[in-house]
């Protein structure tokens, strides 16, 4: 199984921040990534698909970039709406697998 | 507009087997552009994807729950549906169904919270 490694677990942030997160695959996926926002009590949904592109309706702050092992999802400029756990997800082989997320709070 | 629907019961024995299943509207399960997921979130743990049939009934799973899971489809009813067997506590947690267009869950459902308590 493909593994993911997100990092930081956990991280504290003001409004207007530029927030960065790191996704690691245990093997190579080319650009077969996708980052999604999942908020208590909500599904998840999803902001990037295939490395780089946005989701229908989601805001531009948010921008995914890497191919290979090592993707990124970067917040421009944080949000109140933001506040959540992110986590990535690859689809280029089976079983998929989830990065372990990465929470998104208040400082 | 496509939509999801989890059903099904919300508590479970230990040991006995949990049947779930996603209703679809908007979308039908015969496309051959999708594919049909189970999703989940332990108690107190991140996303863990459950498996997916496509169409075809072709099926893939979890590495870790494949020994329990049965995902089917039925195009009548348009619904998909999850079994899981054997179950104990740690598969308390939030169920989710989603739709998967290749890269990734476009549309979810809004989940369903399954306890496994005697």
């Known amino acids: 199984d493909i593994q993911l490694t997100q990092s930081p677990v956990s991280l504290s942030a003001s409004i207007g921040d530029r927030v960065i997160i790191t996704c690691r695959a245990s093997?190579?996926?080319?650009?077969?990534l996708g980052w999604y926002q999942h908020k208590p009590g909500k599904a998840p949904r999803r902001l990037i698909y295939?490395?780089?592109n946005l989701h229908s309706g989601v805001p531009s702050r948010f921008a995914g970039s890497g191919s290979g092992t090592e993707f990124t999802l970067t917040i421009s400029s944080l949000q109140p709406d933001d506040f959540a756990t992110y986590y990535c997800?690859?689809?280029?082989?089976?079983?998929?697998?989830f990065g372990g997320g990465t929470k998104v709070d208040l400082k | 507009q496509v939509q999801l629907q989890e059903s099904g019961p919300g508590l479970v024995k230990p040991s006995q087997t949990l049947y779930l299943t996603c209703s679809l509207s908007?979308?039908?399960?015969?496309?051959?552009?999708?594919?049909w997921s189970w999703i989940r979130q332990p108690a107190g743990k991140g996303l863990e994807w459950i498996g997916r049939?496509?169409?075809?009934?072709?099926?893939k799973y979890s590495s870790s729950l494949k020994s329990r899971v049965t995902i089917s489809v039925d195009p009548v009813k348009n619904q998909f549906s999850l079994k899981l067997t054997s179950v104990t506590a740690a598969d308390t947690g939030v169920y989710y169904c989603?739709?998967?267009?290749?890269?990734?869950?476009?549309?979810w459902g809004q989940g369903i919270l399954v306890t496994v308590s005697a």
């Open positions: 989603a739709r998967d267009d290749k890269v990734g869950f476009d549309h």
């Open positions: 908007g979308v039908i399960t015969r496309s051959g552009s999708y594919y």
């Open positions: 049939i496509y169409t075809t009934g072709d099926t």
């Open positions: 093997q190579g996926i080319r650009n077969d």
């Open positions: 295939a490395a780089s």
């Open positions: 997800l690859q689809h280029n082989s089976y079983p998929l697998t």
